[in-house]
């Protein structure tokens, strides 16, 4: 039987990078403590009187669209720079997700302009559909 020091030598636990040692909770770590620092720096400079926007919270939705923004690349990179529906979505996604940071963070009244992101996922849609290889059959 073997044990947890035995697996993490023969790499078991975890998922493995092209690196060969550096698994999954390692490379990933980096993300959380950056977001902790962030949010720190960010409740300092509000003590210290720093004028911040009253919804300065909405930087936080961009989080996840660079997280879409990244999972696009990555499949763009997979697919051998070929664009597909999986681009155009995460693409989409992280349009979306901008835009409604962008609208929160400058207090815009999203009353008037939530049709901006029908259009915006709209576009996405249609550049799905129209995307080489989607209606493809082999």
């Given at each position: 039987?073997?044990?947890?020091?035995d697996q993490d030598?023969?790499?078991?636990?975890?998922?493995q990078?092209e690196?060969g040692?550096?698994?999954?909770?390692?490379r990933?770590?980096?993300?959380g403590?950056?977001?902790?620092?962030?949010?720190?720096v960010?409740?300092?400079?509000?003590?210290f009187?720093?004028?911040?926007?009253?919804?300065?919270?909405?930087?936080f939705i961009?989080?996840p669209?660079?997280a879409a923004?990244?999972?696009?690349?990555?499949?763009?990179?997979?697919n051998?720079?070929?664009?597909?529906a999986?681009?155009i979505?995460g693409?989409?996604?992280?349009?979306v997700?901008v835009?409604?940071?962008?609208?929160f963070l400058?207090?815009?009244?999203v009353?008037k302009?939530w049709?901006?992101?029908l259009?915006v996922?709209?576009?996405g849609?249609?550049s799905g559909?129209?995307?080489?290889?989607?209606n493809?059959?082999?």
């Amino acid at each position: 039987m073997t044990d947890r020091r035995d697996q993490d030598e023969q790499g078991g636990f975890g998922r493995q990078g092209e690196g060969g040692g550096d698994g999954f909770a390692r490379r990933g770590s980096w993300i959380g403590g950056a977001i902790l620092i962030f949010i720190g720096v960010v409740f300092l400079l509000k003590n210290f009187g720093f004028p911040f926007p009253q919804n300065w919270w909405a930087v936080f939705i961009l989080i996840p669209a660079v997280a879409a923004f990244a999972g696009a690349r990555r499949v763009y990179a997979g697919n051998g720079g070929v664009i597909n529906a999986g681009v155009i979505g995460g693409v989409a996604a992280g349009c979306v997700l901008v835009l409604l940071s962008l609208l929160f963070l400058f207090g815009v009244d999203v009353g008037k302009f939530w049709p901006l992101i029908l259009i915006v996922v709209g576009v996405g849609v249609l550049s799905g559909a129209m995307a080489p290889g989607r209606n493809s059959r082999r």
